[in-house]
């Protein structure tokens, strides 16, 4: 089963007005992705999603020129199935048969970053072959599933405090979702607004709805340390990137001064941040995004570490279907794993893209039994929003 090609098409979906948000990160004006897609000489082709940002709108340019000129070429001729060689061979370069022998990595360069997201979307694709031509789903590769449904958060809240208990309300009645995620941070303004709007979910959502809050990375520690002393009676799910990824000595402080699980991850890459994140003793739960961090196979490296330290899984799935389904997967594999993300922003990539819908019933979503990563391209979708 030789690799044939290796393509990746940037998708540019706008957002209509009424459909936008608005965060930290500005408007969001549309949602992008970079679509691989491998072929290889059985006729199997295998699809991934590489991200260049964590959230919803990138330019993908040098993403797609990374994945076609650079690690695409490496690939052409190799057996599709052999994961974990081609992860080395991608990760290593020229040293790859080093790491290979050895038993250790010899990176050239591109350790961290769109380098990375690049690996990300070709070893999902590669996953996807594997899957397809075995009609076996990922998860079953993966170790069998331990869940047939996954419990899911709606992830959303950017309302202002007079508005935020309604538009969660919203969220919740869309899929009967159990758990809520809302936005805190410097997209609110002053501390004082977050902290009022947290107050006003919690009073309007009532006892029996979990709430987890993100900040995206904005406060810095002193202010993180006290919001979570001032929303310490709101009974938060966890906190999640309440400094920014970079500061992971102080993203270790603010764990220390409170009881609110610290959650963070979907900036990070590869295993070796994760393993920053343990020695430091940062975070109560992992998130790392499949289509930024590594793939899959570094996806299983990362779950092991939180298995090893007692960390909770809770993959980043603002996303496409296939980063969707791919943390779908590994979530419902994982002996970590206890609930996914579901977007309620406006994702034409999670339910345009895919032939399959993604829906929510009493707040969990059935992990798919098809073959590979189980997502069907809309190739209509795919034609009409490319770029180039
Ligand atoms: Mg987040």
């Avoid at 919803?56 to 040098?62: E, F, K, Q």
């Avoid at 979702?177 to 607004?193: E, P, Q, W």
């Avoid at 893209?353 to 798919?368: R, S, T």
Wanted: hydrophobic share 45%; proline share 4%.
């Amino acid at each position: 089963m030789k690799i044939k090609s290796v393509t990746a098409i940037w998708l540019h979906v706008p957002i209509p007005e009424d459909r936008r948000h608005r965060s930290d990160f500005g408007t969001a004006e549309s949602f992008d992705s970079a679509l691989v897609r491998i072929e290889t000489s059985s006729g199997v082709i295998g699809y991934g999603e590489a991200k260049a940002q964590v959230g919803s709108a990138s330019t993908n340019h040098a993403l797609c020129a990374l994945i076609e000129q650079e690690l695409g070429p490496q690939l052409l001729g190799e057996d599709a199935r052999d994961i974990s060689r081609l992860w080395d061979v991608m990760y290593n370069g020229v040293r790859a048969h080093y790491a290979i022998e050895r038993g250790h990595v010899f990176p050239v360069l591109g350790r961290r970053g769109i380098t990375i997201s690049a690996i990300s979307g070709i070893d999902m694709a590669l996953w996807d072959i594997l899957g397809k031509s075995l009609g076996a789903p990922v998860w079953q590769l993966l170790g069998g599933t331990r869940h047939v449904r996954m419990p899911a958060y709606a992830s959303g809240g950017w309302a202002p405090a007079d508005r935020i208990a309604e538009e969660l309300h919203g969220f919740i009645e869309r899929g009967d979702f159990k758990a809520v995620k809302m936005r805190v941070g410097s997209g609110d303004g002053t501390l004082a607004h977050s902290i009022k709007r947290v107050h006003a979910a919690r009073v309007g959502l009532g006892e029996n709805i979990g709430i987890m809050c993100d900040a995206h990375g904005t406060f810095d520690v002193s202010e993180a340390k006290r919001f979570c002393r001032r929303v310490a009676d709101y009974d938060i799910g966890w906190l999640e990137e309440p400094v920014t990824a970079d500061n992971k000595a102080g993203l270790a402080e603010v764990r220390a001064s409170t009881d609110i699980p610290i959650a963070t991850g979907e900036s990070e890459f590869t295993r070796f941040a994760f393993r920053d994140l343990v020695d430091r003793r940062a975070a109560d739960i992992f998130q790392p995004d499949l289509s930024i961090a590594g793939g899959i196979s570094e996806g299983i490296k990362i779950e092991a570490l939180a298995a090893a330290y007692q960390i909770k899984l809770a993959p980043h799935l603002w996303g496409g279907a296939l980063t969707f389904a791919s943390g779908l997967h590994l979530a419902a594999v994982a002996s970590t794993g206890f609930i996914v993300e579901y977007s309620l922003g406006a994702n034409p990539m999670l339910h345009e893209l895919a032939e399959e819908d993604f829906l929510v019933e009493d707040g969990f979503i059935e992990v798919p039994r098809r073959p590979g990563l189980g997502v069907t391209i809309n190739q209509e979708f795919v034609d009409h929003y490319r770029v180039g």
